[in-house]
């Protein structure tokens, strides 16, 4: 099965500046990679993905890159503000052998300091 | 409120006792699935539907049942088995033909 591994479990920046969150996966099969944020309490919400026949997407302040051949992938988010505060869950979808869903990575804390 | 409501939100449970937790989805979504999350983990995934009538497991399924008699809808028991079963549980739904996942917005199981 696929494993998702993701880096850092604690981001603090300054407001204003940029973050990154880094993951990587084991599966080759897998072509979908969506990024979640979760506010405490509530429940996760896409804020952007990626398919796997795309190196680069972005959406305003959020953009993220893929990298098939080094199977790992990350979300870069510029001119932070407090609202970014969230936990951030990357994750991605194997399709091999007729399974589905998600496999996630552990999640990232993002905390914007004033 | 996003076309996917679980319910309870909160859940309260005696050891030795199954309970079931409810998940419907008003989006026309084939397929659903249902996570667990823990404190400072990912979300696991329990079981999952891609259609009526069946179902598959997923990561962590022992100590869970779930049926899928309606489209609409993919409640999971939480029986006695299940060792741990305090935790967020978050159900989803997508269309087959897309990408993105839905999520409702979860019950918490607390075992008391």
């Known amino acids: 099965g696929e494993n998702v591994e993701q880096h850092p479990s604690t981001l603090s920046v300054q407001e204003g500046d940029s973050a990154v969150i880094k993951c990587t996966y084991s599966?080759?099969?897998?072509?979908?990679f969506p990024w979640y944020k979760q506010e405490l309490g509530k429940r996760p919400q896409l804020i952007i993905d990626?398919?796997?026949?795309?190196g680069e997407k972005k959406d305003q302040r959020i953009a993220v890159t893929l990298n098939k051949t080094a199977k790992h992938f990350s979300l870069h988010i510029t001119e932070t503000q407090p609202e970014d505060s969230a936990v951030y869950f990357c994750?991605?979808?194997?399709?091999?052998?007729?399974?589905?869903?998600?496999?996630f990575g552990k999640g990232t804390h993002l905390i914007i300091q004033p | 409120d996003g076309g996917i409501t679980q319910s309870p939100k909160y859940l309260f449970r005696k050891e030795g006792q199954n309970v079931t937790l409810s998940c419907e989805q008003n989006?026309?979504?084939?397929?659903m699935y249902w996570y667990r999350q823990d404190p400072g983990q990912g979300l696991r995934l329990i079981y999952y539907?891609?259609?009526?009538?069946?179902?598959q497991k997923g990561d962590i399924a022992e100590g869970y049942s779930v049926s899928r008699e309606k489209k609409e809808s993919f409640p999971l028991t939480v029986t006695s088995a299940q060792k741990n079963p305090t935790a967020f549980y978050l159900c989803?739904?997508?269309?087959?033909?897309?990408?993105?996942?839905?999520f409702g917005q979860g019950t918490r199981l607390t075992v008391v």
């Open positions: 989803a739904s997508r269309d087959r033909a897309g990408t993105e996942a839905f």
């Open positions: 599966d080759s099969a897998s072509n979908y």
């Open positions: 990626i398919r796997s026949n795309v």
């Open positions: 994750a991605a979808r194997y399709s091999g052998g007729g399974a589905d869903g998600l496999t």
């Open positions: 989006l026309n979504h084939d397929a």
């Open positions: 539907s891609q259609i009526v009538n069946d179902f």
